[in-house]
């Protein structure tokens, strides 16, 4: 059981009322690295509002890491269906009992390498370039796979691959996420946080 708070007393309402009550869901390793790797409820809700177009269409979170964005987003816009795909067992499994304990039934969870995933059933994006841990000197989540600029920059061409195979329409929203090079036909209509979130929707 990884699910473990250090807050007592706190509703399952509570959790969503700001970023220290819901790290605190987190056993301490993953707190220790949320300020680098999860998403800010700001952000969340921001994200999740521009990504949430039509109930019927499928939102992905690229890298979902702890699930943080992913279960925000679906206990807030409850009518969509929220996605995540992450590498890593462990997180998979941790975002699966805080799936179950927030009784959110509206995300899952997919333990896959994104070039693995099939990407056809997604219609909207999430990305908080979950590829920069792999850049020498970032910050890494732990220690569990392996990290290298090549596999950065193999990451980074096939996310561009895939953007450019999705029809007109997509949406994609970037949070930190200078690195990437995004496919010419995808409009920036709008961007917050000096520049650092950014809203795309393909031509």
């Known amino acids: ?14 959790y969503f009322e700001s ?3 819901f790290n605190s869901i987190y056993p301490r390793h993953i707190r220790q690295v949320a300020s680098k790797h999860w998403t800010p409820l700001e952000v969340v809700k921001k994200a999740a509002s521009f990504l949430a177009a039509s109930p019927a269409e499928k939102i992905l979170d690229i890298g979902s890491g702890a699930g943080k964005f992913c279960l925000a987003a679906a206990h807030h816009f409850p009518q969509y ?16 009992e805080l799936k179950k304990k927030l009784a959110i039934e509206n995300v899952t969870f997919i333990n896959e390498n994104i070039t693995q995933t099939d990407w056809a059933p997604y219609h909207h994006f999430y990305f908080y370039n979950s590829f920069y841990e792999n850049i020498t000197g970032a910050q ?3 220690e569990a796979i392996p990290y290298s ?14 953007l450019m195979e999705k029809p007109s329409g997509t949406r994609i929203v970037t949070y930190h996420s200078f690195g990437l090079q995004m496919p ?7 961007n917050e946080m000096d520049d650092y979130l950014k809203y795309w929707v393909k031509e």
């Open 1 to 14: 059981m990884f699910f473990k708070s250090d807050k007592k007393c706190l509703t399952t309402e509570d």
């Open 19 to 21: 970023d220290d009550n």
């Open 81 to 96: 269906s929220f996605y995540g795909v992450e590498q890593r067992a462990d997180l998979v499994q941790l975002c699966n």
């Open 140 to 142: 890494k989540i732990d």
């Open 149 to 162: 600029e090549k596999l950065y920059e193999g990451y980074n061409k096939f996310l561009l691959g895939k």
């Open 184 to 190: 010419p036909d995808y409009l920036l209509v709008n």
